[in-house]
Nanobody
């Protein structure tokens, strides 16, 4: 089992920045990649960004490319999501997830473990 705990959400003005953290514990050696997803009220969960655990290859949704940066600190077993130039449409519950297989990084179904989520609200 892998446990994931997010932190760093909150309320920010449009144009502002936030950094989310996701700390992994447990069988972290089994992790192949990590991802961030978000879900706004009334909408489906959507892919935001992903990173491979060992090599650090990154992937982004078009909607956040150039504004968000995903990174990881293997020594701390932590993944980060730096969010800049935030927009009201970025408002959602953000969840981190871990996958143990080399499969579609953008699909929630590919992920085996999920954190509890953290609310990000961007005020216009």
């Amino acid at each position: 089992q892998v446990q994931l705990v997010e932190s760093g959400g909150g309320l920010v003005q449009a144009g502002g920045s936030l950094r989310l953290s996701c700390a992994a514990s447990g069988r972290t050696f089994s992790i192949y990649g990590m991802g961030w997803f978000r879900q706004a009220p009334g909408k489906e969960r959507e892919f935001v960004a992903a990173i491979t655990w060992k090599v650090g290859i990154t992937y982004y949704a078009d909607s956040v490319k150039g504004r968000f940066t995903i990174s990881r600190d293997n020594a701390k077993n932590t993944v980060y999501l730096q969010m800049n130039s935030l927009k009201p449409e970025d408002t959602a519950v953000y969840s981190c997830a871990a996958r143990t297989r080399y499969i579609d990084y953008a699909s929630p179904a590919s992920y085996d473990y999920w954190g509890q989520g953290t609310q990000v609200t961007v005020d216009s």
